[in-house]
């Protein structure tokens, strides 16, 4: 049996000191839990890749914080590019639905206050009813991590070569996106927290869950 200290040569009182600095030193190399993250792609490929996931949900949170408001709610999410619809709700904490969207071929619907309102342009027609200004065509991409025009901006973390920011001159007002937490998503590296700014807005989204289908 071999033997990790000898009493005779190795005083008693040293231990615990040479115990702590082997568990310091041991935790002081771990990566963090962004950096544990497998590396299988370059960017360009999981652009790629990302770009055919056209079935997805995510539920969390999400507030808006501007200079003289602020307004959270909980979100569910659920877009299908293929059939072209979506479904967002935004509830209060007490259950009281704030929102509810419903979307197909481009032709929106929207509930609140228990009227219904419709239209074309859904940024538009949010921003006319309830005052949030939401870019949620831009944002199906941004969730993602992926450019929704061609002159988007993205950075990239120097090891995991996941988004860190993406940038977008979108409806002439410029918009920075910010990432953090990533997870395993049935093979997809995914973050689940986002800063998404806009001059004096900050929409935060935390996400609680997400689903794929439709690989």
């Not at 962004?34 to 960017?43: A, F, V």
């Not at 509930?111 to 859904?122: A, I």
Request: aromatic content about 12%; overall charge positive; glycine content about 4%.
């Amino acid at each position: 049996m071999i033997k990790f200290f000898n009493t005779a040569l190795y005083p008693l009182y040293l231990f615990p000191l040479a115990l702590f600095t082997l568990i310091f030193s041991g935790c002081s190399t771990l990566p963090s839990k962004e950096t544990q993250l497998l590396i299988t792609q370059t960017p360009q490929q999981r652009i790629a890749k990302l770009a055919q996931l056209q079935q997805w949900q995510i539920t969390g949170k999400i507030a808006f914080l501007a200079q003289n408001s602020r307004k959270s709610a909980t979100l569910s999410w659920q877009v299908d590019e293929k059939k072209g619809t979506q479904q967002l709700n935004l509830t209060s904490y007490f259950g009281i639905n704030v929102l509810q969207l419903e979307s197909y071929n481009n032709q929106h619907k929207i509930r609140v206050d228990g009227k219904t309102y419709h239209g074309n342009n859904l940024a538009a027609l949010i921003l006319n009813i309830t005052g949030l200004s939401l870019p949620t065509k831009a944002l199906s991409y941004w969730l993602k991590g992926i450019p929704y025009q061609e002159n988007d901006s993205i950075s990239y973390h120097k090891i995991t070569q996941l988004p860190q920011t993406l940038s977008s001159h979108y409806n002439n007002e410029l918009w920075l996106v910010s990432y953090s937490n990533y997870k395993h998503i049935n093979g997809y590296n995914l973050a689940t927290k986002f800063s998404i700014k806009k001059e004096d807005l900050l929409i935060k989204i935390s996400v609680n869950h997400w689903s794929v289908t439709g690989q």
